[in-house]
């Protein structure tokens, strides 16, 4: 008797793509800045430092929509370079947008999936933060094996970061907070830099959605942990 190899499984992602509309000066963007600010994807180790041309602290930031926050945040700190991870191309079209009206040269775009960035092209121990800001909740619990905050993937992301660099994760879904608090607190190479929420820091911006939001009374949550061990 012989047997069929079944095809590998595909994994689960935790978005759905829809690229949706870009705008024309996105797609202006898009087309003119790619190639200026975009790592392509590949299978193997990157050397960030030599991608910079500097020797700099490095913040990977995992999904950052529009791109507002990460173009904030780069202005606000000309001493860290950041690369923003994004799959949907209105966003990474918008972002460009921003880097080449604000002439920020510490950004860079990979728009791939962060699960495989980190596998594949962050070597272990380099990162000096990572931001995953306002995840998509899946709140229909159908849909919780889809969410980005899973044991494994904490475990990859605490992988990634060098001894004291943090973990910075906001969401506006009082469960969700709940469940990304218990995961990171279940991580061991993590440890909370606070009680348990912790207070906004100074460098995340609030959105115009988070204000109204707030506005109207919603919480937001920011849970902020570190790699245990002297930097």
């Known amino acids: 008797m012989t047997f069929t190899p079944l095809p590998p499984r595909r994994p689960v992602r935790s978005y759905v793509l829809r690229q949706g509309r870009i705008s024309h000066a996105q797609q202006r963007a898009y087309d003119a800045l790619l190639s200026v600010f975009a790592i392509p994807y590949c299978a193997q180790r990157v050397d960030l430092t030599a991608v910079f041309g500097r020797d700099a602290p490095q913040v990977v930031e995992i999904g950052f929509g529009m791109g507002e926050s990460t173009a904030e945040i780069a202005a606000s700190r000309p001493d860290t370079d950041f690369i923003g991870v994004e799959v949907h191309t209105p966003g990474v079209g918008s972002l460009l947008k921003q880097l080449g009206e604000r002439d920020l040269k510490n950004v860079r775009v990979i728009q791939h999936d962060a699960v495989e960035v980190l ?3 962050v070597g272990e121990n380099t990162l000096s933060g990572i931001h995953i800001f306002f995840p998509d909740p899946w709140p229909k619990t159908r849909h919780h094996k889809r969410r980005l905050i899973r044991p494994e993937f904490v475990r990859l992301l605490a992988s990634r970061l060098r001894p004291g660099g943090y973990i910075h ?11 990304i608090l218990a995961t990171f607190q279940n991580e061991s190479l993590l440890e909370n830099t606070a009680r348990g929420y912790a207070p906004r820091p100074a460098y995340r911006p609030l959105t115009k959605f988070e204000q109204r939001g707030l506005k109207l009374g919603h919480g937001v949550w920011d849970i902020l942990f570190k790699k245990r061990g002297s930097p």
Do not use: G, I, S
């Not at 906001?170 to 469940?179: G, I, L, Q, R, V």
């Open 169 to 179: 994760a906001a969401t506006d879904w009082e469960h969700y907070a709940e469940h």
């Open 119 to 121: 596998q594949t092209m």
